[in-house]
């Protein structure tokens, strides 16, 4: 049996998929977001966070059969509130096996994908395939921009987007939006044309600038230096997709 390690179990979350759901935080993520507002989940490993009250260790391993024996005591309420499981992270694709492992084990509750897309050929299929929605982040369609923001190439992100288009799993695309970056006019051009006439594409969500994810970072041993000017109002437009076609909202 495997275990992963979670950072985080959040119940009751009603803006990770439909309906009422339960959202397991797996730790570790390749990528290192310059605006990321869970630092605590970027190390693959636990870790102390010091706070006001005192510390306390993130991070806690979990045993597959554990966590969904966990998830289906939850069953009755996702169900009648319309949700299920959503995995989050970090990057549960960093993790797959083991969520795979779990997802087999639920008891028909409906499950949800929440990935960067950054992850092996394998991996994401064999997550993609498994669940019944896939929520795509994506960030930013320069790969020299990719890089200085968020530490990793782009290519493998956009190569599993492909990879997910040709399954019948539903997604949808969320696009965080940071000022003067991703909500640069050119990036969301290119990514309105990139989505253009894609099956199973739900629609496009943009998220709110999170102001405060700057304080978590002292508290997890970490520097929030963002490279960009963070006082800048963001600029969502949804046109740009809407225009093309895309069926695209704000979250
Ligand atoms: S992909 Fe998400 S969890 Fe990973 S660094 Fe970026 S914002 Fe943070």
Redesign the pocket.
């Known amino acids: 049996m495997l275990r992963g390690l979670v950072f985080d179990i959040r119940e009751f979350a009603v803006h990770d998929g439909p309906g009422i759901r339960t959202t397991v935080c797996l730790k570790g ?5 310059s ?5 605590e ?2 190390s693959p490993s636990p870790q102390t966070l010091k706070g006001m009250t005192g510390d306390r260790t993130v991070g806690q391993w979990f045993e597959s059969d554990r966590l969904a024996s966990l998830l289906n005591r939850q069953a009755d309420v996702l169900r009648r509130g319309h949700g299920g499981v959503t995995f989050s ?3 549960p694709l960093a993790q797959a096996a083991f969520v795979a492992e779990v997802i087999e084990r639920l008891d028909s509750l409906h499950t949800a994908l929440d990935t ?1 897309g ?1 992850g092996t050929e394998a991996d994401f299929r064999g997550l993609a395939a498994r669940v019944d929605l896939v929520l795509f ?1 994506l ?1 930013l369609m320069d790969p020299v921009l990719h890089h200085r923001y ?1 530490g990793c190439d782009n290519a493998p992100i956009l190569r599993n987007f492909e990879r997910l288009t040709k399954l019948e799993t539903p997604y949808i695309v969320r696009v ?1 939006m940071t000022p003067g970056v991703t909500d640069a006019r050119a990036n969301l051009t290119a990514m309105a044309e990139f989505l253009r006439n894609r099956p199973n594409l739900q629609r496009v969500e943009l998220l709110p600038y999170n102001r405060a994810a700057g304080g978590k970072y002292a508290a997890a041993g970490m520097v929030f230096e963002p490279d960009f000017d963070e006082t800048q109002a963001v600029r969502p437009d949804l046109t740009i997709f809407l225009d093309r076609g895309v069926p695209a909202v704000l979250a």
Do not use: A, F, R
């Open positions: 993520c390749p990528l290192h977001c605006w990321c507002h869970n630092p989940g970027i992270g970090g990057e960067s950054y982040d960030k968020t965080p």
